[in-house]
């Protein structure tokens, strides 16, 4: 059994390949290739651009992929979502399909729309959520550096952004949000009904969902004297319980458990003062709930 797998090829392709590593798979990526290796015999790989992974996918060309759920609906694609794989090219969070206008344009709402041009690489959803709003315009596919359409060959776009820092730094102004997107792991429903294959997909997807669950939080472990116990507890956060175990001297206890990496910092001073001793940080790549 080999499973076909597509990999998003472009801005995602960075974040898939470190997801992967995090999960437990090594993958590489020869100059010019677009077929990476990776250290497991029953998967096979292919670089696909995300706008067209559903529709391979769909037609049985792929078995499973990871696109984006803006391309799912811009396809139209019979695909089963298997799961929600919350990241991105610059951080773990959803993207924002957003309609944008120069700071001077006199559009301010979406129905100031009707008439005008609206450039975007997802034309699909984008007339069809015009035509949700009784707006008609002309809606023409724009094959990249969609800001630079304006004003002069377009007078609004809809365009992807994760920070909004690029329309910020292109003086552009948001006026209506049209589709929040996550990166979404997909199968076909011929490989799903296949017992073998959809085993092996789950398998992936469990360990990707505990890479992604792990993200910005660290174990941490310490020993502690039975009578300071009381002390540190109280110093942890409420909401986390920790694994408490008894040392070979029976007077003192290992304390372990999961945190946010960003309060650690100010944890651990305070975990001292409180008599902890032996206090250890470990990063952690995946915690499977």
């Given amino acids: 059994m080999t499973l076909k797998l597509g990999l998003p090829k472009g801005s995602l392709e960075e974040a898939t390949i470190d997801l992967f590593r995090r999960a437990g798979f090594r993958i590489t990526i020869a100059p010019r290739s677009y077929y990476p290796a990776i250290d497991d015999p029953e998967i096979e790989c292919l670089l696909v651009r995300a706008q067209e992974m559903a529709r391979y996918v769909e037609d049985g060309a792929l078995d499973c992929g990871i696109?984006?759920?803006?391309?799912?609906?811009?396809?139209?694609?019979?695909?089963?979502?298997?799961?929600?794989?919350?990241?991105?090219?610059?951080?773990?969070?959803?993207?924002?399909?957003?309609?944008?206008?120069?700071?001077?344009s006199p559009l301010r709402a979406v129905a100031d729309l009707e008439g005008k041009i609206v450039a975007t690489e997802l034309v699909g959803?984008?007339?069809?959520?015009?035509?949700?709003?009784?707006?008609?315009?002309?809606?023409?596919?724009?094959w990249g550096a969609t800001e630079a359409k304006l004003p002069h060959l377009a007078d609004a776009i809809v365009d992807v952004t994760e920070t909004g820092s690029s329309l910020r730094a292109n003086n552009l102004r948001v006026i209506d949000t049209v589709l929040e997107s996550t990166?979404?792991?997909?199968?076909?429903?011929?490989?799903?009904?296949?017992?073998?294959?959809?085993?092996?997909i789950e398998d992936v997807v469990m360990l990707l969902s505990g890479?992604?669950?792990?993200?910005?939080?660290?174990?941490?472990?310490?020993?502690?004297?039975?009578?300071?116990l009381a002390r540190v507890l109280a110093v942890l956060p409420a909401l986390h319980t920790p694994t408490i175990s008894h040392l070979s001297d029976r007077q003192w206890l290992a304390v372990n458990t999961i945190l946010d990496e960003v309060v650690v910092r100010a944890l651990i001073p305070r975990l001292k003062e409180a008599g902890a001793q032996g206090i250890v940080e470990f990063p952690l790549n995946k915690i499977v709930i």
């Fill in 125 to 142: 959803v984008t007339e069809r959520w015009l035509a949700e709003r009784g707006v008609q315009a002309r809606v023409e596919f724009s």
């Fill in 183 to 200: 990166t979404r792991f997909i199968a076909s429903r011929t490989a799903w009904d296949d017992p073998r294959k959809r085993r092996k």
């Fill in 67 to 104: 696109t984006g759920y803006d391309w799912v609906l811009e396809n139209r694609a019979d695909v089963l979502p298997v799961s929600e794989l919350v990241y991105a090219k610059r951080s773990f969070s959803a993207v924002r399909w957003v309609v944008a206008v120069p700071e001077a």
């Fill in 211 to 228: 890479a992604i669950t792990a993200l910005d939080k660290v174990g941490l472990m310490l020993n502690v004297e039975e009578k300071n």
